[in-house]
Every structure is written in structure tokens, then in C-alpha cells.
């Protein structure tokens, strides 16, 4: 176990267990004041911010957040213990939407739905359009073609959306 505190503190980092916030701490002061408020030492996975946001039932058309990865100007953990930077999944949606633009139910099967809008939202793409959000990320709005999987979006058993990738992992040293 390490001793964050007096003599031995080390500059680290702190995670918000209900939202995945990163807080990269300097001070004992900080330190306390983050695990006054929750924060803990070890990542815990985020509750997922990417949730359905609207469907238009005629259209059987899905909007909401593909993918969520700051809040607030911090990276969030994802359900895997990843964090993705604004840039790499700007170019990520653009990569895609260049490319299949289907989506598979639960990763698997035949291509179920199509994205038919697509916005990468970063605080430069916010900015240029004068409008801002605690939130970067990637907004989707997909057309539902399979009646199975429309059939669990209207039951609410699909509450939001998940993307599929590759990544090089990096190692975050925090000191400890």
C-alpha cells in the first residue's frame, strides 16, 4: 500500500468511481480534498455517459453519443478501463464513416442499422460553431433496418450504443 500522505506524497492521480474523471493531484491538499469528495486511488470503470438521447419512431431512427470521452475537460474510463483522447476519436469517426457506416447488433451478426448523421464533437468543432458542452464526443444517429433490433430499442433493452475498435495501449505511469 502506498502513503499518499505527509513526507512520502507523490504527485497521482485520482479517479471519480462514478463518472471515471481523472484528477491529476500535486498537492496533499488536493489530495484530501479529492478523497473527501470520493475520489479513489484505482480506476474504476465510468457509468456510460452514451446513452440514447432520442428516437423518432416513423423514421425508426436512434440518436445519442457513440462514444463520450470527456467531461468537463477530463478524460473518462470507458466499461474496458479505456480513455480516448478528442483527436483520436475525431479522426476514428471520420475513418469510419469513410469506410462501413453499418452497425452489427451486440458486435455480431449481419449489419443491423446504418449511420445516417455523424458529428465528432470536440471543444474545437463546439467552438467553431458557437456552442459549447461538458462534453466531447461522438454524436450518431443510426436508421434501424432489422425489426428484432428495433423491437429492443422500443422495449428499452438497448439504451444506448457501443463502438468496436482496435487501439494501442499505452501504460500511464503515475509514480506509484
Known sequence: MVDFTGENFKPHTMYNPDTGESVKVTT????LDLQENGFEHKMTKASSYGSITKVDEEERIVYGYASVVTHKGKLIVDRQG??????????????????????????????????????????QIQESFDMTSDYEGWMIAVK????????????????????????????????L
Do not use: C, Y
Open 28 to 31: 496533499l491538499q488536493e489530495h
Open 82 to 123: 479505456d480513455m480516448i483522447e478528442p483527436e483520436t476519436m475525431e479522426k476514428a469517426a471520420t475513418e469510419f464513416m469513410l469506410g462501413a457506416r453499418n452497425g452489427l447488433t451486440m458486435h455480431k451478426g449481419e449489419p443491423t442499422t446504418t449511420i445516417v448523421h455523424s458529428m465528432p464533437f470536440t471543444k
Open 144 to 175: 434501424v433496418h432489422d425489426d428484432e433490433t428495433w423491437a429492443r430499442v422500443k422495449s428499452g433493452e438497448f439504451t444506448g450504443f457501443s463502438i468496436g475498435g482496435q487501439a494501442v495501449k499505452e501504460e500511464i505511469d503515475e509514480g
